[in-house]
Structures are given as structure tokens and as C-alpha cells.
């Protein structure tokens, strides 16, 4: 989907009988307004996910699916796949046998637990990584259990190395000519994602722990209590701590050698953040907002998702668009999240129905007669019209 905002021609392909599984995955589903088709309409994450492409439905297990994808593949840049290793050679769909049809493909397998080591052949998802690669073991309360993220995080960061990688990819291929294989896992992405965490165990030796939303090394740097909800506040060095003392009105902790560096108040953090939530819950949010304002340290209400979209911020940023879809009309989606000088990502196409664009790529792309096209529905290689 990010290579489709930077302006890339992604064709997805899908399964004839119900394509991408995310299709079925709601409710919410988008209300199916269309006159001619009186299916159920997409659900809300398929939409998320899936702009700025176009479907089309292969069976790959047949013949003429395969052939079909070869001579796609013959004139394409990059492809993506996450079936386990192995899958798609028993299909002549591998990086070895595609490397013969196209040597400048740029083949990215997503997987689980990559190409090789012993996990290799197991599927990966989600959930099961965040527990399994350490994510799940530092999220959530102190005194409480283990807690996925809220959204996907181990797909999405999956998702952002194999982008930049591909990306990578085609520079090189610019110098070489070549195109090569980049291996991708779930597992690798979300280690290398566990940052200082996983920094202070390799240099330190030092196993983490829960923390809620307090950081290990900054104090404070966490969300606090107020009146009536909370609010996160960001003292990240000394400076900040006595900026934040002296807008709520504790001054006297900037005498108090036990505060007076950040190592320190690592040391009696319970304390410093007793003494701060105490002065913070005898004001609501608002007030301490107002208060905090300009105040020259990182702050922030805690926002729920309605609140979040009606944040002046992400408004004058643009950031969400509305599209014309097929069956749902006027839908609202989330739209590039980078800016550029000279160029203007944009959601150029809805998210697609299943198989809307069989005759375009057969007959535009691949340059196939009608004759063609009608054979390989007749063979159940391509859905219906």
C-alpha cells in the first residue's frame, strides 16, 4: 500500500472464491449502497489497508493461473508474498524459478519466522510474535498480565522494514541490473524493534519488566492521574523537570538533592511521582492543559479515537480523505501520512471489489484477446466477469 502512495502500479492478487481474508473481517462492514450488487459490503479493516490498488482473482493451483502470473511477473518490478517458505516453489512461483522469467524481480517474502532456522515452517501471526519475541512481556500495568498493543504493531513494523527494503532493492538494482530476494520475518522486525529494551539485556544484562507507561531510564515520563482522567507528561532531562515544578507549583522538589538529576529521580521514583500525582489529581485535565502550555516539555491528554480525529492537528494536516468507492459511496480513510516538496501522495484508488480489475490487467497489461480471457474463466483459472 505505501509503494501504491508513492505513485507505484500494485496489482493484488487475490483468491477467486472470497480473496483477501481481511474482507470478511468485521463487523463494521462499509454499508453496501450499490443498486446492482447486493452482497455484504467491506469491512472497515480491509478498507484501512488496501488502497491505491487493484484485484485481481488467480487460482493459482491452475495452469492457466500460473501461466497468467509468469507473464505478469515478466513485466513487473517487485513482488510480495507471505505464503510459508517453500509454497509457492511447488506452485513455480519461488524466487529461483521467477528469477528466470524476470533477473530484475524484486521478490519479498514476508513469513513468520523467515527462510531458514527451525520456526521456518511455522505460520506466524500477530499476536502470537508480540508474545513470543519479548513485546508482550513488557506491556501492560507492573502488577498485572501481559497485554498485546492495540493495533497490530508486529505487522505494521514488518510492513515498514520490507517497504524500505524493497525500496533498497531497486536503488541497487538501478547499479547491478539485478533484481534479489529479500527475506523478511515477523519475529526479526519485532526484535529489532524492542530498541533500548533489548540494548540494556545485550550490554547490560538486564531482563525488563512491565512498566504501564513509565519509561525505565527518564522520570518523569509517564502518564499521570488527574481530577477526572489523566494526562501524559514528558520531563525527558533536568531542564524539563524544573520547567514542569515550577508551572504546578512544586518548586521546593528543585531543592531536594533526592530530584535534582534524572539519574536521581530514577532512583526514587516512587516518591517523585507520588508528590506529582497528588498536586495533579487536585485539578482536572483542562486546567492542568491550560496550565502547561508553552511550557517548553512534551505533554498530551490522553485522546480517545473520536477525539483523536478531531484534533486541530491532524485537520490542518489533511491527513484524513474521503474516496468514491464502488459499493460503499463516499467512504473516509486515512491517507499517506508523509509529506513531500515536490510531490503529494494521495489515495488515487478506493480500496477495490474482488477481481475489479480482471479486464483491465488481462487485456491493458498483458495484452490478452477477449478469446483468451473467456478460456481461462471456462478453466476456473480467472473469477467471473
Known amino acids: 500500500m505505501m509503494l501504491g502512495d508513492l505513485g507505484a502500479d500494485v496489482i493484488k492478487v487475490e483468491n477467486p472464491k ?29 478498507l484501512c489497508a488496501n488502497r491505491n490498488k487493484k484485484s485481481i482473482t488467480v487460482d493459482m493451483k491452475s495452469e492457466g493461473g500460473r501461466k497468467l502470473l509468469h507473464d505478469l511477473v515478466r513485466q513487473s518490478d ?125 550490554v547490560g544484562g538486564r531482563e525488563a519488566q512491565r512498566m504501564g507507561t513509565s519509561h525505565p531510564s527518564i522520570v518523569p515520563y509517564q502518564v499521570l492521574p488527574t481530577k477526572d482522567s489523566f494526562v501524559m507528561v514528558g520531563a525527558g532531562n533536568d531542564g524539563q523537570f524544573a520547567k514542569l515544578c515550577k508551572r504546578i507549583g512544586l518548586e521546593h522538589l528543585l531543592d531536594d538533592p533526592k530530584f535534582a538529576t534524572n ?63 464502488e459499493r460503499a459511496g463516499t467512504v473516509k480513510l486515512v491517507g499517506p501520512p508523509t509529506k513531500f516538496s515536490d510531490f503529494k501522495p494521495s489515495i488515487r484508488l478506493p480500496p477495490p471489489v474482488l477481481g475489479a480489475h480482471n479486464e483491465e490487467v488481462l487485456q491493458n497489461v498483458l495484452n490478452y484477446s477477449p478469446e483468451t480471457i473467456q478460456s481461462l474463466r471456462k478453466e476456473g483459472a480467472i473469477g467471473p466477469q
Not at 132 to 155: N, Q, R
Not at 265 to 291: A, G, N, Y
Request: proline content about 6%; glycine content about 10%.
Open 18 to 46: 472470497g480473496g483477501d481474508d481481511t474482507r470478511a473481517w468485521g463487523p463494521p462492514y462499509a454499508e453496501n449502497k450499490s443498486l446492482e450488487d447486493k452482497g455484504r459490503g467491506e469491512s472497515a479493516y480491509f
Open 78 to 202: 517487485v513482488l510480495v508474498e507471505n505464503y510459508l517458505p517453500g509454497k509457492l516453489s511447488k506452485m513455480g512461483m519461488g524466487y529461483e524459478q521467477l528469477k528466470k522469467i524476470n533477473p530484475k524481480l524484486v521478490y519479498a517474502s514476508i513469513t513468520g519466522y523467515g527462510q531458514t532456522g527451525p520456526y521456518a515452517d511455522r505460520p506466524g501471526y500477530d499476536v502470537i510474535i508480540e508474545a513470543e519475541a519479548g513485546l508482550m512481556h513488557i506491556t501492560g500495568e507492573p502488577d498485572g498480565s501481559p497485554v498485546k498493543v492495540g493495533v497490530a504493531i508486529t505487522d505494521l513494523t514488518t510492513g515498514l522494514y520490507a517497504h524500505s527494503a524493497i525500496l533498497a532493492a531497486l536503488i541497487k538494482r538501478g547499479v547491478t541490473g539485478k533484481g534479489q530476494w529479500i527475506d523478511c520475518s515477523l519475529i526479526e522486525s519485532q526484535v529489532a524493534s524492542l530498541a533500548n529494551i533489548a540494548s540494556n539485556y545485550l
Open 263 to 325: 539519574s536521581d529521580r530514577v532512583r526514587h521514583r516512587k516518591e517523585v511521582i507520588q508528590i506529582l500525582t497528588d498536586r495533579l489529581t487536585q485539578e482536572p485535565t483542562e486546567h492542568w492543559l491550560e496550565k502547561l502550555n508553552g511550557a517548553g516539555f512534551p505533554f498530551a491528554p490522553i485522546n480517545n479515537i473520536q477525539q483523536t480525529f478531531e484534533h486541530p492537528q491532524i485537520k490542518a494536516r489533511g491527513l484524513v480523505q474521503e474516496v468514491e468507492h
